[in-house]
């Protein structure tokens, strides 16, 4: 059974959302994982009802907030509160770290209202500085890798414990 992934993208003016396309495109051509990514506008947390495997791939502005589209489902997790025990997810956190006070939290806070409801983080946090001089869909297409053999090995090892009941 392929893995199947979905991407949520929060972004302002659309680099997180190239970095979702060319992870989509990446684990569509790899005949191990299927891929959907959505922009995050007009969602809420019901997006997450049915848990799964999910990557959520967001940049950071304001005063280290979410940008204006993941608003409504980072407030939506915070009010509703749903039990996300279900959910297995990824981050990829895009940033600049001449906000050093606030480098990269949007990712950051979508993590950790995550973890507070319950879900599993994969792997660590790909925390992209945007004044490195590196091309954030470069580096993560090289980081995803490494996130979905993690992935892999979590289903696998979810298998072995659903075996043994
Ligand atoms: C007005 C403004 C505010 C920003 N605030 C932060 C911030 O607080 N922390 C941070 O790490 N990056 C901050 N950034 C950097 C962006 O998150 C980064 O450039 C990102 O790659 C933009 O991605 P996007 O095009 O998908 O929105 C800010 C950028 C702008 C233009």
């Known amino acids: 059974m ?31 994982t299927r891929a959907r990514a959505r922009l995050m506008d007009r969602l809420d947390a019901s997006v997450f009802a049915g848990g799964g495997l999910f990557l959520i791939c967001t940049s950071t502005y304001g005063q280290g907030d979410v940008p204006d589209n993941a608003k409504q489902l980072y407030e939506s997790l915070q009010t509703v509160r749903p039990d996300l025990s279900n959910v297995r997810y990824g981050v990829i ?25 319950g879900a599993r983080r994969i792997g660590d946090i790909l925390l992209h500085d945007a004044s490195a001089g590196t091309m954030p869909e470069e580096v993560a297409a090289e980081w995803i890798d490494g996130w979905v053999a993690l992935c892999k090995e979590n289903e696998d090892s979810l298998a072995r414990e659903r075996d043994r009941v």
């Open 2 to 32: 392929p893995l199947d992934i979905t991407i949520l993208v929060g972004t302002m003016t659309a680099t997180a959302q190239l970095v979702g396309q060319e992870i989509e495109l990446k684990l569509d051509d790899d005949g191990d």
């Open 93 to 117: 956190a895009l940033g600049d770290r001449t906000y050093n006070e606030t480098f990269c939290n949007g990712g950051r806070r979508f993590d950790a209202i995550l973890q507070e409801l």
